[in-house]
């Protein structure tokens, strides 16, 4: 069993920055993909953006490619997601996901493993 526990939401500025982590349990973290979805009020959740096991393959969904970036650190256990140029849009629910099969996918019907989800609020 694999738990994840997100932290870094807030409210921010549109503009503005904002890190989302999430640390893992267990010990094999470093051979997931981690993706990270979010979900807004009233819409379904939908992709933001994913790693492999090692960092060295990411897909991002379009509304976020040069803004958000992934990353993890296998040796804490953590992903992160680095937002910044946040939009109003970007308003959300964001979770974590994890993926034992290591592929770094789009969907979230893929993913194994989710957290509880952290709120980003970004005003205009």
């Known amino acids: 069993q694999v738990q994840l526990v997100e932290s870094g939401g807030g409210l921010v500025q549109a503009g503005g920055s904002l890190r989302l982590a999430c640390l893992a349990s267990g010990r094999t973290f470093s051979s997931y993909a981690m993706g990270w979805f979010r979900q807004a009020p009233g819409k379904e959740r939908e992709f933001v953006a994913a790693?492999?096991?090692?960092?060295?393959?990411?897909n991002y969904a379009d509304s976020v490619k040069g803004r958000f970036t992934i990353s993890r650190d296998n040796a804490k256990n953590t992903v992160y997601l680095q937002m910044n140029s946040l939009k109003p849009e970007d308003t959300a629910v964001y979770y974590c996901?994890?993926?034992?099969?290591?592929?770094?996918?789009?969907?979230?019907?893929?993913?194994?493993?989710w957290g509880q989800g952290t709120q980003v609020t970004v005003s205009s």
């Open positions: 996901a994890a993926e034992i099969n290591g592929r770094t996918s789009i969907n979230s019907y893929e993913y194994d493993y």
């Open positions: 790693t492999n096991w090692n960092g060295g393959r990411h």
